[in-house]
């Protein structure tokens, strides 16, 4: 009985889900999707000339990586910035290290390179 809350949960986002999916399925009309305006130049003013999921150079892979690596460090910053007040100086120090540790692997990332794109 503990469990009927949980249970009563996932039957009913299941049926919810269910019933968007038919009707999206009723509302889409498949004479949509090869309209002229759809293979037309997109924004950046070219037309469409190779698969989407074709090979991408090494480069995006590893920027994206940067990216994702010096982003969350942005989000570790706002709740520390928020609770500043509480935590005292060791967690004001403790996150000075934490930001000299990344500062010190962007300086390595930058000097090996990683950032050029040519």
Request: proline share 3%.
């Amino acid at each position: 009985m503990e469990f009927a809350p949980i249970f009563v949960y996932l039957v009913i986002s299941l049926l919810l889900s269910l019933i968007l999916i038919g009707v999206s399925f009723l509302f889409a009309s498949s004479s949509s999707l090869a309209y002229p305006e759809k293979l037309s130049a997109h924004e950046c003013g070219f037309d469409p000339f190779d698969d989407a999921r074709s090979r991408f150079d090494i480069r995006f892979y590893l920027v994206s990586i940067l990216f994702i690596i010096f982003d969350s460090e942005v989000t570790s910053l706002f709740p520390w910035a928020v609770s500043l007040n509480k935590i005292g100086s060791f967690g004001f120090w403790s996150m000075m290290v934490f930001l000299l540790i990344l500062t010190i692997g962007f300086v390595y990332e930058w000097k090996k390179g990683a950032l050029d794109w040519e």
